[in-house]
């Protein structure tokens, strides 16, 4: 601001230093490590969606950002962690055209066309995802093994746009949750924390999920209660079944550290923007989100349920604002 | 973070609120000094809420520190003192704090005015409650916390309420500001024996006095003297935190209760009252001395001496500003009251008044508008607001204009501390908002009522 420019401002003049674009960058550093990880396994594909994601996302931020100061919504750094969270979220051998196409229907249709960031219901990376898994289902349920050598690419990668494209890898590794689901068979929990498992980008390593989760909850930045809600919900629900059938049930730990379920709760179930804002709203979506995922994984016809639970609980956020009121002081009743 | 110490004891508190940084360092030990006077004082006539003090003296008159220069204009009004020896030199229109253009006098100084004045104790065992809030309301005396309400409105307890406790309010949570810190620390009796002329009439179980822990001298001061005090008084040590010093914060952390919405706190029982107020009540009825001078605190990152000083209500701001040494900003930002409530000054050609309670001269750098994002809901805002309410949901309604809405999240409880800007990470003017509402849901009420009334008598006729 120059000297010369008149300044009229009412109070406070005193403010907190930490502001959104702050917030977005530090979840997007916290991201890093996973995204180093998902390197490790998946080598250039990891990379390549990675940044396909974020250009797509950040391309698209700026074609529909109509207001005066066109790079201002790149500023706010909101697109470029949907872009990453988008990316974290895909099979590693997934076309890179559709993965751009994932971009734009995610900025686009997840939070653009709302009114930007702050005015979207739904989480704008999962419904990226969404819509992917409607439009592209074969190629999002295809995975890849995670040792494939860093600088190959998996699966159908390089496949030409509006084509389905030919893998180059032979291997196709099915994940844990499908095993789960179709062949009964559990992984063992110590593979899913290190993350040697076929899954995507993002999923896989349970270890450095769990790790940055509660870092981001040392600092602030994401608040326990839903998080706690889901984990809790989803171990006691699932933890019942297991109790009456160890044979056809997962246990409860294979559930945690399974599929999306970091991933979701630590980065996408804790998304202020579509989540309840108090903390009594808060337990009431996470407890939505682990009966949801209890309940798609074991009866519903997907494999994986925390994108859609997710989903769904999100949708239900305004009502749940609209009921979960705090009192106020001075008042008897939370009118 | 804090001021050079802390109190160690227990402290209490209330729940949400914030942490600005306090800045207290700056003036929290310069003892209070007193200013000399200068060549002439500017004194609006509606220096307090309610009616303007009406004018009872004509230009050219001569008058004495601490006569009488304007009556009580109805029982929501306090009377006006000279604060020099002198002769009434312009009566007008005057430019006043926050810009206002009010009716006033100002007063040319005989230069041989003497600080000294005769001092003379009033007869308190000859009065009954209705005089003392008489003496009250003719000494001048207002709320010096800064909000300037007329103080014998407050001790006028109606018949059927009654006071429990008397409550002094220490904290000054506002950063920066340390005059209530440096009244308490150096004159805990005449705080005291103020307490005791009150509760002559009040008739108070118990007086409390709640002090934030950062001015742990002020703490024991207080303490030393109300020990030996016959008239059982409280020091309680409060948390440091924003708004501590706001009334319903202060009654929550003290007896537990909240006040409940749309009332008092003589509701609870609990006459509320500024720590520097009371001190003017005792130096009325001990020596006759009315409101002509109080304790400011200029500080700020931009003022060669920040200090404590006793002014003479009316002293023009720029000879307060070169008193503490002058600006040394090209540019500085200049506030009046504590940098989260108070108000910036286009101007320095305005006085001392009696809700003055700081000056802060800022820089640019400490006063600077962000660029505003969307509300992401991160919810900050809901944890900081001490009131419960959700400046979130009402912030994106203000967005809208949807006044009416905002009425159903109880925006008409907002007290306007700023909390939820403070915290703000999209730099939304959320509290600057809830007062434009505030104002508008007002102004629609008195409409309402007037169209009302009109509609009553076209049905009469």
């Given at each position: 601001m120059s000297s010369s420019k008149l300044s009229i401002s009412t109070a406070p003049f005193l403010k907190e230093k930490e502001t959104t674009p702050n917030i977005m960058l530090f979840v997007v550093y916290t991201l890093l490590p996973v995204l180093g990880v998902s390197f490790y396994y998946f080598g250039l594909s990891a990379v390549m969606i990675t940044l396909t994601a974020v250009f797509s996302c950040m391309l698209t931020e700026w074609m529909f950002n109509k207001s005066g100061d066109k790079l201002k919504s790149l500023k706010d750094g909101s697109g470029l962690l949907t872009g990453i969270l988008l990316a974290l979220t895909l099979p590693p051998g997934f076309p890179l055209w559709m993965v751009f196409v994932g971009g734009v229907a995610a900025i686009g249709l997840g939070k653009a066309m709302w009114g930007g960031l702050g005015q979207n219901v739904f989480n704008p990376a999962l419904l990226g995802r969404a819509f992917l898994q409607s439009a592209f289902p074969t190629a999002i349920t295809t995975w890849s093994d995670p040792n494939g050598g860093y600088f190959s690419f998996r699966g159908t990668n390089l496949a030409l746009p509006l084509f389905q494209g030919e893998p180059v890898d032979a291997v196709s590794g099915a994940t844990p949750l499908a095993q789960m689901k179709f062949e009964k068979v559990s992984t063992d929990w110590i593979e899913l924390l290190i993350g040697n498992v076929g899954g995507s980008l993002g999923e896989t390593c349970g270890a450095i999920l769990i790790l940055m989760g509660l870092f981001l909850l040392l600092k602030g930045i994401i608040k326990w209660r839903i998080p706690l809600a889901i984990i809790l919900t989803v171990s006691i629900f699932s933890g019942i079944f297991y109790l009456i059938d160890p044979e056809i049930y997962p246990s409860p730990i294979f559930m945690l550290l399974s599929g999306g379920m970091l991933l979701g709760t630590i980065y996408m179930a804790t998304d202020p923007v579509t989540t309840p804002l108090t903390s009594k709203g808060g337990w009431i979506f996470g407890i939505g989100v682990g009966i949801l995922i209890v309940l798609i994984r074991i009866w519903g016809g997907l494999p994986e349920g925390v994108m859609y639970a997710i989903l769904l609980m999100n949708a239900g956020t305004p009502l749940i604002n609209r009921f979960a009121k705090t009192r106020v002081y001075g008042h008897k009743t939370t009118k | 973070m804090s001021s050079s110490s802390t109190y160690s004891g227990k402290t209490r508190t209330f729940s949400h609120g914030i942490h600005p940084e306090e800045y207290k360092e700056l003036s929290s030990d310069c003892t209070i000094q007193r200013m000399p006077f200068v060549e002439e004082y500017m004194l609006p006539l509606g220096q307090h809420i309610g009616g303007p003090s009406k004018l009872i003296v004509t230009k050219g008159q001569k008058v004495n520190r601490g006569e009488k220069i304007a009556d009580a204009s109805g029982f929501v009004s306090v009377a006006l003192h000279s604060p020099v020896d002198g002769e009434i030199s312009d009566i007008g229109i005057f430019t006043n704090p926050n810009g206002q253009v009010l009716p006033g006098v100002k007063i040319k100084t005989d230069p041989y005015s003497t600080q000294v004045m005769e001092e003379k104790p009033r007869d308190l065992d000859k009065m009954d409650a209705a005089t003392f809030v008489n003496e009250v309301q003719s000494s001048g005396i207002v709320g010096l916390g800064g909000a300037a309400f007329p103080t014998h409105v407050k001790f006028a307890i109606p018949e059927d309420k009654n006071c429990k406790y008397i409550m002094l309010n220490g904290c000054e949570c506002e950063p920066f500001l340390t005059a209530d810190h440096r009244v308490m620390a150096e004159w805990p009796e005449v705080i005291v024996d103020g307490i005791n002329i009150l509760n002559r009439f009040a008739k108070a179980e118990k007086a409390y006095i709640g002090i934030e822990a950062n001015k742990p001298d002020a703490i024991e001061a207080l303490k030393k003297v109300a020990e030996k005090n016959d008239f059982p008084i409280e020091v309680i040590a409060l948390k440091v935190k924003y708004p501590q010093g706001a009334e319903k914060m202060m009654i929550t952390a003290i007896l537990g209760e909240e006040v409940p919405s749309g009332k008092l706190p003589l509701d609870l029982g609990v006459l509320l009252c500024n720590v520097g107020t009371i001190a003017a009540i005792s130096d009325w009825f001990r020596k006759s001395k009315p409101l002509i001078e109080r304790v400011v605190t200029i500080t700020g990152t931009a003022i060669k001496n920040p200090s404590n000083l006793l002014i003479p209500i009316g002293t023009p701001m720029k000879d307060v500003i070169d008193y503490c040494g002058g600006i040394t900003d090209d540019s500085p930002r200049i506030l009046l009251g504590g940098p989260m409530m108070g108000a910036i000054q286009k101007s320095l050609d305005i006085p001392v008044i009696k809700g003055t309670s700081g000056i802060l001269i800022l820089t640019q750098n400490e006063v600077r508008s962000l660029d505003e994002y969307n509300c992401i809901r991160c919810a900050k805002c809901v944890d900081a607001c001490p009131i419960f309410l959700n400046p979130s949901a009402l912030g994106l309604l203000a967005k809208k204009g949807l006044w009416e809405d905002m009425m159903e999240y109880?925006?008409?409880?907002?007290?306007?501390?700023?909390s939820c800007s403070f915290v703000c990470p999209s730099s939304i003017p959320l509290v600057q908002s809830f007062r434009v509402a505030k104002g508008m849901l007002r102004e629609q009420a008195m409409r309402d009522k007037a169209k009302e009334a009109k509609e009553a008598e076209e049905t009469k006729d």
């Open positions: - | 109880n925006i008409m409880d907002c007290f306007e501390c700023a």
